[in-house]
């Protein structure tokens, strides 16, 4: 096991903390105390408009109930944009600003991102026309040929995108004027010197943008895990839209049962503990022991 592991949890307070995301924490934890690494809560409330006022303290105080504490200070995505408006700077010419609009490039029809993003047509790639103003800053993705973008996820296996045809140039600065989510998670995620990121599987489409822009900004590389995605009974991914239901601060049973039941999601199979210690002590070493199985079946 590696001697230096940094892993995170990065939830966006747009709501209380919903199964799917549960998950997705008590997966990035188990992972950091098997390897006897750091866990770090980051609240990624970049999206102003999105976020709820006190999801972000209900988050935290659900996940201190449950036994999950940051190693270090919370920091919150909001109180850092001079950190991203200084890497966007660092990017220099591969960034340029564009004047479309949402309905300019959906009525391009170049294609959809696997994301369910429209592929931007690259209109201002070369400049913005006579008369039109900047609404976003973009990234220029390269060329076809030049564009591939792998990495081997610790669940995934090899994973390979085409970010000229499954991405395009990617706003960095969004119209709104908030810093876009790939810039402020690869500007956190390496400012904070994290090794490993662990997180649902909706995200993976996301990671050959973020490992394009680490390379840009010349920062390491984390290892990826992308952890399978809850869904409901109509194979929808749990998120407010779908009233995925809230796990609630409550007793200290409510609690293990939530966790027992992202384990038991996690494939960890063990009886329900009585106590929360005792939930951590058997779930540690099961993840451990998973990915070492896994790791023994190749
Ligand atoms: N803030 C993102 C979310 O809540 C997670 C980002 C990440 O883990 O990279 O979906």
Known sequence: MSTTYIGRFAPSPTGPLHAGSLVAAVASYLDARAHHGEWLIRI????????????DQAIL????SLGMQSDREVVWQSRRKDLYAAAAERLGAHAYPCGCNR??????RL??????AAIYPGTCR???????????LRLRVPEPGADTISFVDRFAGLTTQHL?????DFVLLRGDGYWAYQLAVVVDDAEQGV???VRGFDLIDSTARQIYLQRLLKVPTPRYLHVPVVRNANGEKLSKQTEARAVLPGDEAAGIDALVEAAHFLGLAFERPATLARFWE????AWAAMLEARQAAG
């Open 44 to 55: 990624e409330d970049i999206d102003e408009g999105r976020s709820v006022p006190g999801a």
């Open 61 to 64: 105080a659900l996940l201190d």
């Open 103 to 108: 309905r300019e490039i959906l009525d391009s």
């Open 111 to 116: 294609g959809v991102a696997p994301d369910g």
């Open 126 to 136: 070369h400049g913005l026309a006579p008369g039109r103003s900047m609404r976003s």
């Open 164 to 168: 000229a045809s499954e991405s395009g």
């Open 195 to 197: 090794t490993d990121i």
């Open 282 to 285: 058997r779930a540690i070493p």
